[in-house]
């Protein structure tokens, strides 16, 4: 049975926490690794340069989206293909466990189910701009 009372606020701390991580990852690859460096390290996994970039802003604007409640369900869904794209491209071929040398699958794996839940529970409490009910129903 779910809490009607407290679901929202559950969201909601699962929404700040996953900004927050892709505010974390954003900044590792703008301040530790630096942009010219993230997109060398792109280059070298066979993608395109530019795909560093596009991945910073939708670190940055998927936290600010999940954080700040615009669209929040919407958000999430939306940041899931970013996410199994680093188990596809970086993460899948290290094994199971994010200690394994260069990070295995199991935490961007939990990362994308945990962005799942957030787009099927819904927005959570504290929206800027609300998703409503999904629109086959609840």
């Known amino acids: 049975m779910i809490d009607l009372a407290t679901a929202p606020y ?7 926490c996953l900004g927050a991580m892709f505010i974390a990852h954003a900044m ?3 301040r530790v690794f630096t942009i010219p460096g993230t997109v060398k390290y792109f280059q070298s996994l066979g993608l ?3 795909f560093a970039y596009i991945t910073i802003a939708a670190e940055l604007g998927g936290a600010a989206a999940l954080i700040l ?3 929040p369900r919407y958000a999430a869904l939306l940041l899931v293909p970013l996410m199994l794209g680093t188990i596809v491209t970086v993460h899948g071929k ?3 466990l994010f200690t394994n040398k260069d990070g295995g699958w199991e935490y961007p ?3 994308s189910a945990a962005l799942v ?3 099927l529970m819904g927005d959570g409490y504290f929206t800027l701009l609300t998703s409503g009910p999904l629109p086959w129903g609840r």
């Open 10 to 16: 559950a969201i909601l701390l699962l929404r700040l």
């Open 28 to 30: 590792l690859k703008v």
């Open 48 to 50: 395109p340069g530019f």
């Open 69 to 71: 409640g615009i669209w």
């Open 94 to 96: 290290n094994g199971w």
């Open 109 to 111: 794996a939990f990362w």
């Open 117 to 119: 839940a957030v787009f």
